[in-house]
């Protein structure tokens, strides 16, 4: 049987891999020949700073994508040929040079690359060439998983328990790319040099390989396979900073260095065969998926309030908002679990997920400052940021969110402390100064006999401040400043 489409182009993007790839099994199933394309989108990296650990990512990654895609090929000279470029653009040229019939490539479902995609969908129809896109990222999608009323869904209980039993076969089978790699082509001459450098993409190297993170497929497979031994215990451990609890699988699932698919087949395998921790780790990436289809269905949400009578809360402003804000960055607060937290994502761009909740309500409930300003710290500094988890975790604490905590639940952040790093190894790391302090004062600094400050060389207000706020203060401000919403709430 003849194929579909002479020649395509496969488009990388939030997808680097060639195993499970559904774009890309498509792209060869449906075209007898295939060049394989990425593009160092210029609309998003020229805004980032010029070190960040991402874009390493992702130029590490692609390496190892151009030689998998390589030692697939039957043909001399075949490989991934990466552009440094505007991505609308690039991919129109490349499609319009290469002579191809069809351009594939799989959703991505932030507002800013949904606008991209209409652009070069516009541009691609002007040329009279294809434009496929499909389903790769998540395990369902946009109006996927919808309620009995055919709405989407805002709370995430009834959403996960229609996902769990919508889940099959079906929607986590594999697919088989290897069977058509045939159909991938030779480079033209002018596109095979390697994947450029950071610093010819205009970037300085980072700390990644100090902080020893794995790039590209075999480092998603590595840390899952670790985490594999790991997975019946993740119910009880992770909550603890200082214990090896989660996959850290969050960055390969941001760039797709590995499949969703995989991940939830085998989470999915393990709870029906009675495993508690791999019925809680589907739960997140069910959470994951959750988040990205309130990103699709309720688009203001990218921008205001899921619930927009939180747009009416008065935030603090003014310099003493900034000055606060300032010390909740740089981990100035006074609270030490909040301090370690910040130096943890400020060091290694990763932070513990119980630590997102903490800093995340601190700021917000403690400070008063308005969750976007959170937001795009995150944004700026996350490895793994996804806008969608981002932006839905930042109002679950805010409680402006769907399915948020309420308004008048507010995290002690002593109470986390002891609760959740009680032995203190998680500060201690992150917090060096504090580290000859006995438990009994570690969470509690300001509160410290002074003969236990003197021992561990603490000096209040010199290597490590006093509290910028009190919380019991605090709360009882924030229950103020939600008053001008909790009128219309139901507390649940």
């Not at 069910?286 to 927009?308: C, E, M």
């Not at 700026?380 to 308004?407: I, K, M, R, T, V």
Request: with cysteine; proline share 4%; glycine share 6%.
């Amino acid at each position: 049987m003849g194929k579909e489409f002479g020649t395509g182009l496969m488009w990388f993007r939030r997808d680097l891999r060639t195993d499970d790839n559904a774009a890309l099994y498509h792209a060869l199933k449906r075209c007898k020949t295939v060049h394989c394309v990425f593009i160092f989108d210029r609309e998003i990296l020229d805004a980032l700073p010029r070190a960040d650990r991402r874009v390493e990512f992702i130029r590490e990654s692609l390496v190892e994508l151009d030689a998998s895609i390589r030692a697939l090929a039957k043909t001399e000279n075949a490989g991934l040929i990466v552009q440094h470029a505007w991505a609308s653009d690039a991919i129109t040229k490349l499609a319009h040079e290469f002579a191809v019939e069809a351009v594939f490539t799989n959703h991505d479902y932030e507002p800013q690359a949904v606008r991209r995609d209409a652009v070069v969908l516009g541009k691609l129809a002007d040329l009279g060439i294809a434009f496929h896109t499909f389903k790769d990222h998540v395990i369902f999608e946009r109006t996927e998983v919808l309620t009995q009323m055919g709405k989407p869904y805002g709370v995430f209980t009834p959403y996960k328990n229609a996902c769990l039993k919508k889940l099959n076969s079906f929607y986590l089978k594999s697919y088989p790319v290897e069977k058509y790699t045939d159909a991938l082509t030779q480079r033209p001459a002018a596109y095979r040099q390697a994947v450029p450098t950071l610093a010819e993409l205009g970037f300085e190297t980072t700390n990644l390989k100090t902080l020893k993170i794995p790039t590209g497929m075999s480092g998603g497979r590595v840390l899952f396979e670790d985490f594999f031994d790991r997975m019946d215990d993740y119910h009880a451990t992770r909550d603890f900073p200082a214990v090896k609890g989660p996959s850290y699988l969050g960055v390969h699932l941001r760039f797709g260095t590995v499949s969703i698919r995989k991940l939830a087949a085998t989470a999915h395998q393990r709870t029906i065969g009675g495993s508690q921790g791999a019925a809680v780790w589907l739960s997140e990436l069910i959470w994951r998926d959750f988040y990205f289809q309130i990103l699709s269905n309720f688009p203001h949400a990218a921008t205001g309030a899921f619930k927009p009578e939180y747009d009416a809360i008065k935030w603090e402003h003014g310099e003493h908002a900034k000055k606060l804000f300032a010390a909740w960055c740089e981990g100035r607060t006074g609270y030490p679990l909040v301090d370690a937290a910040m130096a943890q994502i400020n060091q290694t761009g990763y932070m513990h997920n119980r630590l997102r909740m903490v800093v995340a309500s601190f700021l917000v409930k403690d400070l008063g400052i308005d969750w976007r300003w959170g937001e795009r710290y995150f944004a700026e500094h996350l490895n793994d940021f996804d806008q969608s988890a981002n932006n839905g975790g930042w109002q679950w604490a805010s409680s402006s969110g769907c399915d948020a905590q309420p308004y008048f639940r507010i995290f002690n952040p002593t109470s986390q402390s002891e609760k959740f790093d009680a032995d203190g190894k998680f500060i201690r790391k992150y917090l060096p100064q504090l580290s000859k302090l006995p438990n009994s004062a570690l969470h509690e600094p300001w509160n410290a006999k002074p003969i236990d400050l003197q021992i561990a060389d603490v000096v209040l207000d010199a290597n490590y401040p006093r509290p910028i706020v009190n919380h019991a203060q605090a709360r009882d401000s924030t229950l103020m400043r939600y008053a001008v919403v909790k009128k219309s709430l139901k507390p649940t």
